[in-house]
């Protein structure tokens, strides 16, 4: 594997740096005010990134339609650092987002080599029954296995059709070791993304990604196979809008330059169209729009690209990453509530060897897995939160106060949380779509 390509599927800890300077990806702090639910996983800078998210707010703030999707790979249980994007994907669901759900069975099967039927039940039972657990409303939810999903496995096909080996080994490292089924797993991920933007679902629309950095890569590939089934290239130019053609018809560029010649002053060339003197700012949005909907009348997808925002690993309790594959490092949303508290309480801190140096130098919660875990996932309340991490700092505070408290709210959140998910257990198969 190339030293400068993110592998998605290696599990490590990524460089997120990088990503800012080198792959466009943005600070999302900015953006928050607009929102009308600002998330703690935002408040608190653990989603930290985005691609175009600034599109996903104006169709908040407009209450225009948009989408957000997201997938699991089922290859073990779900655990709270996964529980993240069910979170994410329940916020935006409750901003007014179209939810998109896959399991990634397809996925799991080649790059984990676990059975289908094996997904299937780790899928039912731990991703899609915590997901409603913890707030999804199922009834307006779109959930499906990758396998058993034949209009998405068409739309895999079509990716296919616009992308080729060279890409995938530039985005991912592949060679020509590479299993083609692994390939076809990354296409999966592609139509899995653009899915939301089907006819079956209202056609073109915003859509959001929440992932980890790791998947960046999944975005990248995607946006560029949405660009390449557009029909129609639009930019501004100067004082002008151009419309170029990368695959329409002569017939169909002259349907839009009858469209679009009452938005200003328009010349027709082969293969493109320019715009002059476009009355105000808006009119670029309303003539991407125009072409959009030109398109998709003649047949094509009109794709957006594809949004995303991005949030940073967990860490394991031991250290390190939260990984299924080491128990100790994780805490799933299925295990004994008694169980998780020892975790918790055996958990690696950013407390002082001694007690006496721990008072006179303070602590380090940026260090502190116990301290992440509060964060991240166990206060909800800001005031609270800035007081323990001052009382750490200050060294008036020790860890087996914060392994105490940590410990009974993660026993607490597992009570309720599994009295739930008996609750949703009942009906999942009727909210399966496939
Ligand atoms: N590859 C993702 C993971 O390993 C799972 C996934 C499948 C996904 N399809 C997706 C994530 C679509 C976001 C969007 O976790
Ligand atoms: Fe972590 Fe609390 Fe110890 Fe500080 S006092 S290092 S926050 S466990």
Same mark, same amino acid.
């Given at each position: 594997?190339?030293?400068?390509?993110?592998d998605?599927?290696?599990s490590?800890?990524?460089?997120t740096k990088?990503l800012?300077?080198?792959?466009g990806i943005?600070?999302?702090m900015p953006l928050m005010?607009?929102?009308?639910?600002k998330?703690?996983?935002?408040?608190?800078g653990m989603?930290?990134?985005?691609?175009d998210?600034?599109?996903?707010?104006?169709?908040i703030?407009?209450r225009?339609?948009f989408?957000v999707m997201?997938?699991?790979m089922p290859s073990?249980?779900a655990?709270?650092g996964?529980?993240m994007?069910m979170?994410?994907i329940i916020?935006?669901q409750?901003m007014g987002?179209?939810a998109?759900?896959?399991?990634?069975?397809?996925?799991a099967?080649v790059?984990?080599?676990?059975?289908?039927e094996?997904?299937?039940?780790?899928?039912?039972?731990?991703y899609i029954?915590?997901?409603i657990?913890?707030?999804?409303?199922?009834?307006?939810a779109?959930?499906y296995?990758q396998?058993?999903?034949f209009?998405?496995?068409d739309l895999?096909?079509?990716t296919?059709?616009v992308?080729n080996?060279?890409t995938?080994g530039?985005?991912y490292g592949?060679?020509g070791?590479?299993?083609i089924s692994?390939?076809?797993?990354a296409?999966?991920?592609s139509?899995?993304?653009?899915?939301?933007?089907?006819?079956e679902?209202?056609g073109?629309?915003?859509?959001?990604i929440?992932?980890?950095?790791?998947?960046?890569p999944?975005i990248?590939?995607?946006?560029d196979?949405?660009?390449?089934?557009?029909?129609?290239?639009?930019e501004?130019r100067?004082?002008?809008v151009?419309?170029?053609?990368r695959?329409a018809?002569?017939?169909l560029i002259?349907?839009?330059?009858d469209?679009i010649?009452?938005?200003?002053t328009?010349?027709?060339y082969?293969?493109?169209i320019?715009?002059f003197?476009?009355?105000?700012?808006?009119?670029?949005?309303?003539?991407?729009e125009?072409?959009r909907k030109?398109?998709?009348?003649?047949?094509?997808?009109?794709f957006?690209?594809?949004?995303?925002?991005?949030?940073r690993?967990?860490?394991?309790?031991?250290?390190?990453k939260?990984?299924s594959?080491?128990? #100790?490092?994780? !805490?799933?949303?299925? &295990? +004994?509530p %008694?169980d =998780? $508290?020892k975790?918790?309480?055996?958990a690696k801190?950013g407390g002082?060897?001694?007690?006496?140096e721990?008072?006179e130098?303070?602590g380090?919660?940026?260090k502190?897995a116990?301290f992440?875990?509060?964060?991240?996932?166990?206060?909800?309340d800001?005031?609270?939160i800035?007081?323990?991490?001052?009382?750490?700092?200050e060294?008036?505070?020790?860890?087996?106060?914060c392994k105490a408290?940590a410990a009974?709210?993660?026993e #607490?959140?597992? !009570?309720?949380?599994q &009295? +739930?998910? %008996?609750e =949703? $257990?009942?009906?999942?198969?009727e909210?399966l779509?496939a």
């Amino acid at each position: 594997m190339n030293e400068d390509k993110i592998d998605p599927w290696a599990s490590k800890v990524i460089e997120t740096k990088k990503l800012f300077e080198e792959f466009g990806i943005e600070e999302i702090m900015p953006l928050m005010e607009r929102l009308p639910i600002k998330h703690r996983l935002l408040r608190r800078g653990m989603i930290s990134g985005h691609r175009d998210y600034d599109r996903i707010v104006d169709a908040i703030e407009r209450r225009e339609d948009f989408a957000v999707m997201s997938g699991f790979m089922p290859s073990g249980e779900a655990h709270i650092g996964n529980k993240m994007v069910m979170e994410e994907i329940i916020w935006h669901q409750q901003m007014g987002g179209e939810a998109f759900v896959a399991i990634a069975d397809m996925e799991a099967h080649v790059v984990r080599g676990v059975s289908f039927e094996k997904c299937r039940r780790l899928g039912i039972e731990g991703y899609i029954t915590s997901m409603i657990a913890l707030g999804l409303d199922p009834e307006k939810a779109h959930i499906y296995f990758q396998s058993k999903n034949f209009k998405l496995r068409d739309l895999m096909f079509e990716t296919g059709i616009v992308s080729n080996f060279s890409t995938l080994g530039a985005i991912y490292g592949f060679s020509g070791e590479t299993s083609i089924s692994h390939a076809i797993s990354a296409l999966t991920q592609s139509a899995d993304i653009l899915y939301p933007q089907l006819k079956e679902f209202g056609g073109p629309k915003p859509v959001v990604i929440p992932v980890g950095f790791d998947q960046d890569p999944h975005i990248r590939l995607t946006r560029d196979i949405a660009s390449k089934f557009r029909k129609f290239r639009v930019e501004q130019r100067g004082d002008y809008v151009s419309i170029r053609s990368r695959s329409a018809s002569e017939k169909l560029i002259h349907k839009l330059f009858d469209k679009i010649k009452e938005y200003g002053t328009v010349k027709k060339y082969k293969g493109h169209i320019d715009v002059f003197n476009l009355e105000s700012d808006q009119n670029l949005k309303v003539i991407e729009e125009l072409v959009r909907k030109t398109e998709v009348e003649e047949g094509g997808y009109g794709f957006h690209l594809p949004s995303s925002i991005y949030h940073r690993f967990t860490s394991g309790l031991t250290g390190g990453k939260m990984s299924s594959s080491k128990p #100790e490092s994780y !805490i799933s949303l299925t &295990e +004994k509530p %008694e169980d =998780a $508290a020892k975790k918790v309480k055996r958990a690696k801190t950013g407390g002082r060897v001694t007690i006496n140096e721990q008072r006179e130098k303070g602590g380090e919660p940026e260090k502190c897995a116990v301290f992440e875990l509060l964060l991240f996932h166990l206060i909800e309340d800001d005031e609270e939160i800035d007081r323990i991490r001052e009382e750490c700092k200050e060294g008036e505070r020790v860890c087996g106060e914060c392994k105490a408290l940590a410990a009974d709210l993660i026993e #607490e959140f597992l !009570i309720d949380h599994q &009295e +739930k998910r %008996e609750e =949703a $257990a009942d009906r999942i198969d009727e909210y399966l779509e496939a």
